[in-house]
């Protein structure tokens, strides 16, 4: 096959002397991969990340050129001849240059020594299957039409794609990934793979974890609808979130909002990415109306409503993370900002009270700054005059909450005088009653009765605690009786 080649100049020094080390060793070794693709779409690159393919043995060459830096190899696998080093901040990773071949039910291949060509064309995707020869530094070998499809911005896979992605199905989800972080489209037989394919994503080819990793990344990408509506479009997202897809086709009140669940959806996660790159507050976008197909009902005079679904929804975090395998230290986050995620925008179109701030306020704690990105960016009406305003009197709660919170230390809030104390100075066992004595002086606090002090909840509880004690023993009695 002919070498199609496009020059690109690198100045950074550990390239030069990598491509230096080969000359010097005579070794006919390539950086290819995510590397060369982002050079020659002009990303911006942080720091190197580099895969180095070696004709021959990639061990030797590391263990050399690791010693002719003065540096030690931070991990060596010769049984698959493939080396890391870590060098000031800058990663490489070695392997010699091989061919593939798969079984029906593993993506795991056998792996044996290949030449440049059989290497390349293992690559899951053209624009991932460039490479620049280190003793031709400047020189891009393009084998597949890789360069063409990244000015074209499309995914297409080396080798046929139905068997690409047959043998190995989380290439689906990666092909998606790429489309996703790069906004490119994929090209018509690569869909048509997919689609076909995508029930080998059910089968024990790939794991859960592996799946769930991907789809973060899509999640992480500049603009996740791009992605997600992909996954949606190729059927891949009844697979990997069937709950999801089940928000799709499902009307929303016009006034409220101009597209479907899904969309809406798509519409708000973008929208909360341009502000934060913290996957699980994205998450929480992506979710916050999860439940809205289980709560939909019609009432006469108002159109669709959905109430409950915010409870509901933050309650279907369970089983959405042990299904998908996600980080459980994550799902109390994810459910807080679901459960509250409609209480600011009810509090810009209503008369916002300091104590409704206040309790917001107190239930949110450290996620408030969250929490109020999320309503934000929940904001999608197509009517510019209606998002002005609600953006205007969102704006107003967003500025009264923070400064209620701020001056009355509610992060995190609960009652300055503990459980063990109001026992004490009560003369009470654990029960109820310490509970609802407790509860007492958070309502006071949140109302405004009492300022957020030691003091003030000490001498409250003094106040109320006889009252309290006998109210409850009366109805002890009168509830056994």
């Not at 050399?64 to 060596?76: H, P, R, T």
């Not at 799946?211 to 009844?238: A, C, H, Q, R, W």
Request: proline share 3%; with cysteine.
């Amino acid at each position: 096959m002919k070498k199609k080649t496009e020059n690109i100049v690198f100045k950074n020094e550990l390239i030069i002397k990598l491509t230096e080390y080969a000359s010097q060793t005579n070794t006919d070794a390539y950086i290819v991969g995510g590397f060369v693709r982002d050079s020659l779409l002009g990303l911006d690159l942080k720091g190197l990340d580099l895969d180095v393919m070696v004709i021959g043995d990639a061990v030797k060459f590391a263990e050399g050129f690791a010693k002719a830096c003065k540096s030690k190899l931070a991990a060596v696998y010769k049984k698959f001849g493939t080396a890391l080093l870590n060098i000031d901040g800058n990663k490489i990773e070695f392997a010699s240059s091989r061919k593939e071949s798969y079984s029906r039910d593993s993506r795991n291949p056998k792996v044996s020594f290949g030449t440049l060509e059989e290497d390349l064309s293992r690559r899951d995707f053209t624009i991932n299957a460039l490479a620049i020869p280190l003793g031709k530094p400047g020189e891009v070998i393009d084998l597949f039409g890789g360069i063409n499809d990244l000015k074209k911005k499309i995914i297409r896979t080396p080798l046929d794609p139905d068997k690409t992605f047959f043998d190995d199905p989380l290439r689906i989800l990666r092909a998606i990934r790429f489309a996703s972080k790069l906004d490119f489209g994929i090209e018509e037989k690569t869909f048509e793979a997919i689609c076909g394919n995508r029930e080998r994503l059910k089968e024990d080819v790939v794991s859960q974890e592996r799946i769930t990793t991907e789809f973060l990344k899509i999640l992480e990408s500049p603009k996740p609808s791009v992605g997600l509506n992909l996954m949606y479009l190729t059927g891949i997202m009844d697979i990997v979130f069937p709950e999801m897809s089940k928000t799709a086709g499902v009307e929303q009140r016009s006034d409220y909002h101009h597209k479907d669940v899904f969309n809406h959806t798509l519409e708000v996660v973008d929208n909360i990415s341009q502000s934060t790159d913290n996957v699980w507050l994205r998450f929480a976008a992506l979710t916050h109306d999860i439940a809205k197909p289980k709560t939909k009902k019609f009432i006469e005079g108002t159109g669709w409503t959905f109430h409950g679904h915010e409870e509901l929804g933050a309650r279907m975090m369970k089983k959405i993370f042990e299904r998908m395998r996600l980080p459980f230290d994550r799902i109390n986050y994810v459910e807080k900002l679901i459960r509250l995620h409609l209480r600011p925008a009810a509090l810009a179109n209503q008369e916002a009270t300091d104590s409704a701030i206040r309790r917001l306020a107190a239930e949110a704690g450290e996620e408030l700054e969250d929490l109020l990105k999320l309503c934000r960016a929940d904001i999608t009406s197509k009517n510019l005059a209606k998002v002005k305003k609600y953006m205007g009197n969102f704006a107003y709660v967003e500025k009264r909450i923070v400064e209620v919170q701020e001056k009355d230390n509610l992060r995190n809030f609960q009652s300055p005088v503990r459980g063990d104390e109001i026992m004490k100075i009560c003369g009470l066992e654990p029960s109820k009653p310490v509970g609802i004595l407790k509860t007492k002086i958070e309502e006071a606090i949140l109302d405004g009765i009492i300022p957020n002090t030691y003091d003030a909840a000490l001498e409250y509880l003094y106040k109320i605690k006889d009252e309290t004690l006998a109210g409850l023993k009366k109805k002890d009695t009168k509830e056994s009786s």
